[in-house]
């Protein structure tokens, strides 16, 4: 206890712990501090778990019947010493096209944590077809049936990670749609033997599957127009598959009164234009028009098609 003032200190350990304090003396203009080593006991179910503690104006007393204006308090946060962390290697990836997704397993206590365990659902349209750790000890075993990719043994170092690392393909949806898979292990999804308390976090992971084909639209121009004025929209067509596609037809269709400008007008040049290397753009469209039809002689890994229209608000704004 700092400040001198002649007091005495009784601690009192356990789920009751408590820090008293009597028989001080604080001059004028003086202040004390109280120092208590504190360690958390458990996250109760949880990961992570925030408490409160509290020193209230009615635990002060003084000779001269004086106490705080008001409550002390102070949030902790205790977590489990358990953490893990998942990505995946790229996103995204064409249909059939290998990669690898990653689970981190880390031990921020002080103590070595062992007999680790777990086991993560992947989703359906992922294959899994093999899997290695850097966890000495630890090993991993792939269920391609049950979809379950599951590790045991493990040890986790203090103060240290280590890594499962699967390789992996997947699939698109019906009609090639491009689909978002998400991988997740939930909390407490990785335990330690004899250690029910530790509580491991949740963790997920997304990746995109794409097979052929997908379309981006984004504007270039500023975030907002008024009536008359260009905007710049940029169309980005994403070739997945392993060969060029040939005569690749992307249409639009303007909405919200907006209108197709085309050739230059005033001075200014507003034909759309195509990567260079995807040959040269097929537009037929005429000027103000709002259905609109392109041809893309060869997409390749990437195709960025600028189209310029014009904003016009509906009549009667």
């Known amino acids: 206890m700092g400040g001198g003032i002649g007091a005495v200190v009784n601690l009192t350990q356990g789920a009751a712990a408590q820090v008293e304090v009597t028989g001080g003396t604080l001059a004028a203009g003086q202040s004390c501090s109280i120092d208590v080593p504190i360690q958390a006991r458990q996250t109760n179910g949880n990961y992570s778990l925030g408490v409160t503690n509290t020193l209230q104006t009615s635990s002060f007393s003084s000779d001269e019947g004086l106490r705080p204006a008001s409550d002390a308090t102070r949030a902790i ?163 997945f598959s392993a060969v060029p596609i040939s005569n690749v037809s992307v249409e639009d269709t303007l909405t919200q009164g907006s209108s197709f400008l085309t050739g230059t007008i005033n001075g200014v040049d507003y034909t759309p234009s195509l990567s260079a290397a995807c040959g040269v753009l097929g537009d037929a469209n005429a000027l103000n028009a709002t259905d609109l039809a392109f041809t893309i002689p060869t997409c390749r890994e990437e195709v960025q098609l600028p189209v310029q229209v014009l904003v016009l608000l509906p009549s009667g704004r």
């Open 77 to 239: 946060t205790v977590r489990s010493p358990l953490t893990v962390a998942k990505s995946f290697a790229a996103s995204p990836l064409s249909s059939g096209e290998a990669s690898t997704f990653t689970i981190t397993l880390g031990n921020t206590g002080s103590t070595d944590l062992t007999g680790v365990s777990f086991t993560d659902n992947y989703p359906n349209g992922l294959t899994v077809t093999g899997a290695v750790t850097s966890c000495s000890p630890g090993s991993v075993n792939v269920n391609e049936g049950t979809k379950t990719l599951s590790g045991s043994g493990i040890t986790i170092p203090a103060g240290n990670t280590c890594t499962v690392t699967a390789t992996y393909s997947g699939v698109t949806g019906a009609n090639d749609q491009p689909t978002t898979y998400t991988n997740t292990i939930p909390q407490g999804g990785v335990t330690v033997t004899g250690e029910p308390g530790i509580i491991s976090q949740s963790a997920s992971a997304t990746v995109m599957i794409a097979d052929r084909l997908r379309v981006l639209k984004s504007r270039q121009s500023g975030s907002s127009a008024t009536p008359g004025n260009a905007v710049e929209y940029r169309v980005t067509v994403q070739n």
